[in-house]
């Protein structure tokens, strides 16, 4: 059975850091595009950045780009999601998902991805 486990949420300053993993079980990593993404209540879930298969191509949401960064480790089955420089509005729940492919590229759009994990809650806050 797939499984996608995140964690690594909590509570932080703003402008303080966070890693979230998110570690698969029941399959490898190797033919599986990474995404991730957040929601907050009342709110469509937002696809926040993305790597392909291989680790080469990565994307991330405006809002986003350079404060986080996307990475992964195939031989562990975990995929990371460092974020710095933290912000009240990055307040949210955040999911990993995974898609197969064999691309180049990858894609942000939720209804893309067929397996998710529970989510870990993100709270940005002094």
């Known amino acids: 059975q797939l499984q996608l486990v995140e964690s690594g949420g909590g509570l932080v300053q703003p402008g303080g850091s966070l890693r979230l993993s998110c570690a698969a079980s029941?399959?490898?990593?190797?033919?599986?595009?990474i995404g991730w993404f957040r929601q907050v209540p009342g709110k469509e879930r937002e696809g926040i950045s993305c790597i392909n298969n291989s680790g080469r191509t990565t994307n991330y949401v405006d809002s986003v780009k350079g404060r986080f960064t996307i990475s992964r480790d195939n031989a562990k089955t975990t995929v990371y999601l460092q974020m710095n420089s933290l912000k009240p509005e990055d307040t949210a729940v955040y999911y990993c998902?995974?898609?197969?492919?064999?691309?180049?590229?990858?894609?942000?759009?939720?209804?893309?991805?067929?397996?998710w994990g529970q989510g870990t809650q993100v709270t940005v806050s002094s």
């Open positions: 029941g399959f490898t990593l190797d033919y599986y595009g």
């Open positions: 998902a995974v898609r197969r492919q064999l691309l180049s590229w990858c894609v942000m759009t939720d209804g893309e991805y067929s397996t």
